[in-house]
């Protein structure tokens, strides 16, 4: 796939979150269920999209403006009626953000394991 389609998904995705975390709920639908499954989720797949977006930048400087960002944005929530701030929500925004590098780590790890056990 292009690297312009990539950067194209990944800012899509980005303002697709932003809005949805921005926008006023009533309070009645936040109570409802704790949505932290969700940020993980959110923050999970847009770090996977930055660093398919921009493989060529170093992956945790990417994955920290991201947090930051997502940071952010759970403090503007604060300003915006029926949004409130949430510690809970920024743990699972880093952990969805960190739990791509995780993931790369691992994938990285077994491909040189398998490899090694190939030449033997």
Not at 12 to 19: D, K, Q, R, V, W
Not at 43 to 68: D, E, H, M, T
Not at 85 to 106: K, R, T, W
Request: charged fraction near 15%.
């Amino acid at each position: 796939m292009p690297r312009l389609i990539k950067k194209i998904i990944f800012f899509t995705l980005l303002i697709g979150a932003s809005h949805q975390s921005l926008v006023p709920r009533p309070v009645a639908v936040l109570a409802e269920k704790p949505d932290v499954f969700l940020h993980f989720i959110c923050w999970f797949v847009l770090s996977l999209a930055i660093l398919l977006a921009f493989p060529q930048k170093n992956a945790y400087g990417l994955i920290a403006v991201l947090f930051v960002y997502s940071c952010l944005i759970e403090v503007g929530q604060h300003f915006v009626e029926g949004r409130f701030f949430s510690f809970s929500d920024m743990l699972c925004n880093g952990l969805g953000c960190v739990g791509v590098l995780v993931g790369q780590f691992a994938y990285m790890k077994m491909k040189k394991d398998k490899t090694v056990l190939v030449d033997d």
